[in-house]
């Protein structure tokens, strides 16, 4: 994204044009830097020759999703409407792996039918259902079982997963005991041993002490899995201040840890894939000065970026024309929900802003509309995506019509 004639782009198209033709609030995917992204996933662990499934959950348009399988990439779903969505996208069954802790029993039923490469198992009661829906349908079901490696990911508390006081996964003890029930049970192939420590994670430190606990566990079982599925919680950088995850580092660190082992990696990527391709592009509504500050009351709100409501997450925020008058007051970017949560960013030496200016909110691609929501009967935006300087739409703008 850049500015050319002070006037922000998206791969040379111009956002200004977009939201005048368009309006706002609107999404705005480029499909260069999610290519981009993509090859350079790609590249930095070609030597591993992993598995790469898409974590639908951070973004679910069908079209993006369909754009990302045409580069091989499979999918990591946490709901049968994901599953069906990653299947209408064009992803192989075969390269679809279940996850989540409360998977039903019509959701199990449904992936056994589909015949997708693996359900991965977080408990032992889910391990005894997937077996007796198995062998209620007389299939062989191939699971994976997740592990809790108690290990910090070092990122913020609401999406760590790794750590023995959150409810993903099993402890060691539960583990064994799960392994020794796959090898009595005739219609449960347990092949995958699965982990995954948190999201938005910028240090490799965590992942290879991750894989000290992955490589304990399996020294102490005969069990053999075919795979070893990581997980992703890959981050990215929001603001210039955050570093980025050194992908060479983690890349040695499983080839160590592959060594004298006869096992196929799975990785879960979702927001190092799509997060830095998506921009929200909003209208400011009204400005309301304040003593301190002013409030610039934008037509986007939580309900269509939830991310700094839910996790205070803070996006570079710039004009969508640029021009040198600097604000003497700091800026409070807020949406118009009922809720004072309804804010995105508190910014200081912005330039100065007119009522019905435009300003696009960054990296917005990962659990940016796959979050959003109608609160307030409010309708979703429309997703575009850019690509080879052609828009193209992604999804239509919600109407009130189809709500009530």
Do not use: W
């Amino acid at each position: 994204m850049k500015y050319l004639n002070k006037k922000l782009s998206i791969d040379k198209v111009n956002l200004l044009k977009i939201a005048k033709k368009y309006g706002t609030p609107t999404y705005c995917y480029s499909y260069s830097r999610l290519k981009e992204n993509i090859l350079n996933f790609k590249k930095n662990f070609k030597s591993i020759s992993p598995l790469i499934c898409f974590a639908v959950k951070s973004n679910t348009n069908v079209h993006l999703i369909n754009e990302i399988s045409k580069f091989g990439f499979g999918a990591d779903v946490v709901s049968v409407g994901e599953m069906m969505m990653a299947l209408k996208a064009g992803i192989s069954p075969k390269k679809i792996v279940f996850s989540g802790v409360g998977k039903t029993t019509n959701e199990i039923s449904y992936a056994i039918d589909k015949k997708i490469l693996l359900i991965n198992a977080e408990s032992k009661s889910e391990v005894v259902e997937i077996n007796r829906v198995a062998r209620q349908k007389n299939k062989i079901v191939k699971i994976g079982l997740r592990l809790n490696p108690n290990t910090d990911a070092k990122t913020l508390s609401q999406i760590s997963t790794g750590k023995k006081e959150n409810k993903f996964g099993v402890n060691e003890k539960t583990f064994y005991e799960i392994i020794n029930y796959c090898k009595n049970s005739q219609n449960i192939n347990l092949n995958c041993l699965s982990v995954h420590i948190g999201s938005q994670i910028l240090d490799h430190k965590p992942y290879e002490k991750m894989l000290k606990v992955v490589d304990n566990i399996l020294k102490k079982t005969s069990h053999e899995f075919e795979y070893i599925d990581l997980g992703g919680g890959m981050g990215i950088s929001y603001t210039n201040e955050n570093k980025k995850l050194n992908y060479k580092k983690y890349n040695l660190a499983i080839k160590k840890f592959l060594k004298n082992k006869q096992c196929k990696i799975i990785f879960e990527p979702g927001r190092s894939i799509i997060g830095n391709s998506g921009t929200l592009l909003t209208k400011v509504i009204y400005i309301k000065d304040s003593e301190s500050k002013k409030f610039i009351i934008l037509d986007a709100a939580m309900n269509d970026l939830m991310r700094p409501a839910l996790y205070g997450a803070i996006h570079t925020t710039l004009p969508v024309i640029k021009s040198r008058k600097v604000s003497k007051k700091t800026y409070e970017f807020v949406g118009p929900i009922c809720e004072s949560t309804d804010k995105f960013v508190i910014i200081k030496n912005f330039q100065e802003l007119q009522e019905k200016d435009y300003i696009a909110i960054c990296d917005v691609g990962a659990y940016g509309m796959s979050l959003s929501s109608n609160y307030n009967l409010r309708t979703k935006p429309l997703e575009i995506l850019i690509k080879k300087n052609k828009i193209k739409i992604i999804r239509k703008r919600q109407k009130h019509k189809d709500l009530i």
